[in-house]
């Protein structure tokens, strides 16, 4: 079910899935992402959990943020806001990169809400190289695409070990046809113009909030990843006793 929910003067888009009577599980997409990312895995558990996933501010078909506010407190808010209007007392929620961090910000802050928490190749400090990367590859990504064939093209180069039916999925759910049959990224522009300006970078200090998690918690590293070192990953499970990590061998982010 495709649906829209509006909180703090935002439109949010949202897929959900399952028995309303199950467990809910929500999910959280990384940068330049978007709900539908999680469509295989939401299937998948669609049958024992009533499952969430939705585009956060400025992705997919959610409304972008009019001041340009892209920090991870402001994404916090909004987690906050739509669980209470969507009636989630307690839950589960699985965040990856961008999605991980939302997720670290908010069971912190909100002691007793989640149930359990996975955060997938990410942490509250980011490592240089994939962060690196990740920048530059907004700064460079093209503005206009003639055909979705042409977008395919240009992520596949950025996403080499994307399976091609799940890279063909994330493009055609994160672009927008344009008046002249050209296509447009979905997710704002402010963020591709902030890592050309040099201005994309993590802001506020997660580590607080990652040693106030009060929930099992599952801490997900690709054993090739440039975003979640092996310092970054053993501070974390150092520093919060209820984490474990588990180490996806030739993963990278």
Request: hydrophobic share 45%.
């Amino acid at each position: 079910i495709d649906r829209f929910v509006s909180v703090r003067g935002l439109r949010f888009h949202l897929v959900e899935r399952g028995d309303p009577a199950h467990p809910p599980l929500l999910f959280l997409h990384g940068i330049t992402g978007h709900a539908r990312t999680w469509d295989e895995e939401a299937q998948a558990l669609a049958g024992r959990f009533h499952v969430f996933a939705f585009d956060q501010r400025g992705h997919g078909d959610s409304d972008p943020a009019p001041d340009g506010d892209y920090a991870n407190p402001a994404l916090v808010d909004d987690l906050a806001a739509l669980v209470d209007v969507l009636g989630l007392a307690r839950f589960t929620v699985v965040g990856l990169s961008l999605g991980g961090r939302v997720g670290i910000g908010y069971t912190g802050s909100h002691p007793g809400r989640v149930e359990r928490l996975a955060v997938v190749d990410i942490g509250p400090d980011i490592a240089l190289a994939g962060l690196t990367r990740v920048m530059g590859m907004m700064a460079t990504a093209p503005e206009r695409f003639a055909t979705q064939a042409e977008a395919l093209a240009w992520v596949r180069a950025a996403n080499p070990r994307y399976t091609e039916a799940k890279l063909r999925h994330r493009v055609e759910h994160g672009l927008r046809a344009l008046p002249d049959g050209g296509f447009f990224w979905k997710y704002d522009r402010v963020m591709r113009d902030n890592a050309r300006q040099g201005r994309a970078r993590p802001a506020g200090d997660l580590w607080a909030a990652w040693k106030a998690i009060d929930c099992p918690t599952l801490l997900v590293q690709g054993q090739e990843s440039d975003i979640l070192d092996d310092a970054i990953a053993k501070r974390m499970i150092e520093a919060q006793p209820r984490a474990r990590l588990v180490v996806i061998p030739g993963a990278g982010h």
